[in-house]
């Protein structure tokens, strides 16, 4: 049987193919610390579970409006205006099966066939495939690592062609864990105007920081580039709902109609029960997020003084989210290794240490690793990968 060929061209996710590899490792017996995981280690806040219970106790089991409940919509207005003088009416808002459903829904309202979608490498894996999907055409372009990774508006401004039609734009950004200054955030939002193009900010980690910097929506430096922009955020990080899958888009309302109207079509209402759950996340006290937070900035310190003294490994120190992404280059070389997939290949066969090629990231000289795990585990896991590259020189 013949696949679609929007299926065929699909690249998998990295993270998951690593994630499933170290899991069959696990079951098997195996002593697996796994590096690749993209969600918090905590639990879903007490108060947050019992919104949901409360809501499934008091019959609120059914369909909802498709772009979810009102209650909610307005809650997370009053967010944008509590967190960055936004403001936006509920009509304004789509709630949706997750933040990864809201890009994809965005992308295929906004994109048709050929449409360019600059893409800032590294890049999270699946915007490249969402844009693909939507018969549009990612077009990616470097920050370079001495930038922290970061896009410049001299760059954005050289990769617009006339078939450009949105830029995405990732603070914090995973895989790097890099932020963008408000005065960054201007100069490109500057070119975005100039050439009218969509402003796709993803801001699922907006409240992951670790440095006295705070997070700049873009769309809150001017009035022109709150109508430029379409925020994507979500409860999944912020709140440790992962499984929830709760996120929503923020924008034009003509864009929000188009995605509405789509999703009446694929999904339906995101799960009734986790709104109500998100309701909760949004409108009750918030401690659990800062112990969380508070917990994330002691691993990172602590992960990174080690990372950095590993062989051949440099690494940039993020500022927000809950990743490193080390340059190892030089320890593929000195390993023999063919790359870095083979590198992180070996690593999880001969080790059980499990992390992310940067391939799937747009940058073959790196590696993703999560540090939301006890810092026992990291220290062990920061051993066997030290014990690994020096085996590996001796040979």
Known sequence: MKLANRVQTLTPSATLAITAKAKALKEAGHDVIGLGAGEPDFDTPDYIIDAAEKAMRQGLTRYTPAGGILPLREAIAAKMLRDHQLNYETDQIIVTTGAKHAL???????????DEVIVPSPYWVSYPEQIKLAEGTPVFVRGEETNQFKLTAAQLESAITDKTRAVIINSPSNPTGMMYSKEELLALGEVCIKHNIIIVSDEIYEKLLYTDREHVSIASLSEQLQKQTVVINGVSKSHAMTGWRIGYACGRKTIIKAMTNLASHSTSNPTTISQYAALAAYTENESTLKQMVASFSERLDYTYELITQLPGVTCVKPQGAFYLFPNVKEAITMTGFEDVGAFATALLEEEQVA???GTGFGAPDNVRLSYVIEPD?????MRRIDQFIKRHTEI
Do not use: M, S
């Open 104 to 114: 994809y829904t965005l992308f295929q309202v906004i994109l048709n066939k050929g």
């Open 355 to 357: 992390l992310v090629p």
């Open 377 to 381: 585990q990291l220290a062990e896991a």
